[in-house]
């Protein structure tokens, strides 16, 4: 049994498993997706979603490697950011229902104070 925090561990399990998903969903819009979806647009929008799934699923990974009091406000930012852009676009592509993509900019948005307050933080 490893012994660390119970925040560290709780980063690590996001991140990894949120990089798997993020795994998988890539690998369905480059194969699976393809075969239902013609439109080269909504095909990159999935890739777009897929790509900064696994980018910050890789930053979760790494926060936990800081303070908690640094990183835990910002991981958790850049989780739910996270979460809400690159899922509603796997919506969006899926569904065809272009009002989700209201939702993309508020987990930008998310993603962004993430960062920023990692970065204050850190110069703090």
């Known amino acids: 049994m490893f012994l660390l925090p119970s925040t560290t561990r709780q980063l690590i399990c996001a991140g990894a498993l949120n990089a798997a998903l993020a795994v ?3 690998a369905f819009g480059a194969h699976g997706l393809k075969k239902r979806i013609n ?3 909504r095909l990159k929008a999935w890739e777009t979603a897929a790509h900064y799934h ?3 699923a890789i930053a979760l990974l790494v926060c936990a ?3 908690p009091r640094m990183a835990l406000l910002p991981a958790q930012l850049l989780a739910v950011g996270m979460s809400i852009f690159s899922g509603s ?3 969006l592509v899926l ?3 272009p009002k989700l993509g209201a939702l993309t900019p508020i ?3 998310l993603m962004l104070v993430g960062w920023g307050l990692l970065a204050y933080r850190a110069a703090e």
């Open 65 to 67: 490697n800081f303070e």
């Open 54 to 56: 696994l980018t910050h």
């Open 107 to 109: 987990g930008g948005v």
């Open 24 to 26: 998988a969903f890539g």
């Open 95 to 97: 569904l065809d229902i």
């Open 89 to 91: 676009i796997y919506a």
């Open 39 to 41: 439109d080269p647009n």
